[in-house]
């Protein structure tokens, strides 16, 4: 177990954790049939891991980070435990639980369009009360996602807050029944919320009354104005990733922000934003301005797409240190 020391700012990640079970296929099985894959690849995942490597990373001996979560009470789950100890990731917050360790089964076909089955297992064991004290500060930045149950997060937010920290939330996957009254909750305690296009339209949509979503963005512009609009409506900062073309964010109080992606040969872009959101944590953390968290995550996203998989293409400090040189050079 890695030992977070006092003298440092901390991200807190609360979330998933998850292994990964990967076949590649001819072409996604329909109902009733069986395909073959020639061969399978295990590989460590869940946002809640996947973010916390991320953080972790980027860090290095900057920023301290934790997991809270949770894992079975089986191998699965102890090799998940060891990999984020190897990754320099406080482990002391994860729970053992009854149930197995979350698991997600994906399919990928010859085009790259794939088709996923997530067992929640272990992930709907997590709470507030596995939240170690010494995360409990001024200094934390709290990083959430959407694949635990979310009466916990919010508990967990509500300490956050009430210790001087600020909050993070990703909201992904959205919930096909996520409405108005639960976004409103989320939101309470949160500072900052992360959202691709199609999340900030979801998220719109589900605010009864208070704005009127396009389905299909197509424009920064666009992108810009709707989330001026949520953050108003939810009283929060809002952090709109546009894939290649940067990223947009309405700050609470304070103008628009844009940052450009950097310009990658993307070979997959599997864990990006997951790369993004950590990095991102991690930056506010050490007291950077918003535009320059923005950027340093940007960048990182933008690493991430180069190599194949999630946790295994996150980029390390130096390679983001080295990447934004560059580009001011450019």
Same mark, same amino acid.
């Given at each position: ?9 901390s ?6 954790l ?5 076949c ?5 099985a329909?109902?009733?049939e ?30 301290a980070?934790?997991?809270v ?12 435990i060891?990999?984020?100890a190897?990754?320099?990731i ?13 698991a ?6 010859k ?9 929640s ?9 596995? &939240?170690?004290? #010494? ?5 934390t930045?709290?990083a959430?996602?959407?694949? &635990?149950?979310?009466?916990a997060s919010?508990?967990v937010?509500?300490l956050?807050?009430?210790?001087g920290g ?13 409405d ?5 909750a ?5 500072d ?9 339209a979801a ?6 009354g ?5 389905h299909?963005?197509q ?6 104005a ?15 990733t546009?894939?290649p ?6 700050p609470l ?13 993307a070979?997959?872009?599997?864990g990006?934003g997951d790369?993004?959101?950590g990095? #991102? ?15 340093r ?5 933008s ?8 946790q ?5 400090r130096?390679?983001?240190?080295a990447?934004?040189?560059?580009a001011a050079d450019?």
């Open positions: 177990m890695v030992e977070m020391r006092g003298d440092k700012p991200v807190l990640v609360f979330g998933s998850n292994v990964d079970w990967v590649r296929v001819e072409r996604i329909p109902p009733g069986t395909v073959l894959s020639p061969t399978y690849t295990q590989l460590f995942g869940g946002k809640g891991a996947n973010q916390a490597v991320a953080a972790a990373r980027a860090g290095e001996d900057m920023v980070v934790a997991m979560g949770a894992v079975g009470e089986d191998d699965l789950g102890e090799a998940v060891a990999n984020l190897e990754n320099g406080d482990t002391a917050g994860i729970l053992r639980s009854v149930e197995p360790t979350g997600a089964f994906i399919s990928i076909d085009h790259g369009e794939n088709a996923i089955t997530v067992a297992g272990a992930n709907r064991a997590p709470s507030a009360a596995s &939240v170690p004290a #010494f995360a409990l500060n001024a200094r930045v709290l959430l996602q959407m694949e &635990v149950p979310e009466a919010r508990d937010a509500r956050v807050r009430q210790a600020r909050t993070v939330l990703n909201l992904a996957p959205v919930p096909p029944d996520l108005d009254k639960r976004l409103r989320l939101c309470e305690s949160i900052w919320l992360i959202v691709n296009e199609s999340e900030l998220a719109a949509r589900c605010l009864e208070s704005i009127d979503a396009p299909d963005i424009t920064p512009e666009e992108t810009a709707l989330a001026r609009r949520l953050s108003s409506a939810l009283s929060v900062g809002i952090v709109a546009l894939g073309r940067g990223v947009v964010a309405i109080a304070g103008e628009v922000v844009t940052v450009p992606a950097l310009r990658v040969q070979e997959d872009t599997t990006a790369t993004f959101c990095v #991102f944590s991690t930056a506010l953390a050490e007291g950077l301005e918003v535009k320059d968290a923005l950027s995550a940007a960048a990182a996203a690493l991430a797409c180069r190599k194949v998989g999630a295994s293409a996150m980029p390390k130096a390679e983001i240190d990447a934004l040189a560059g450019g």
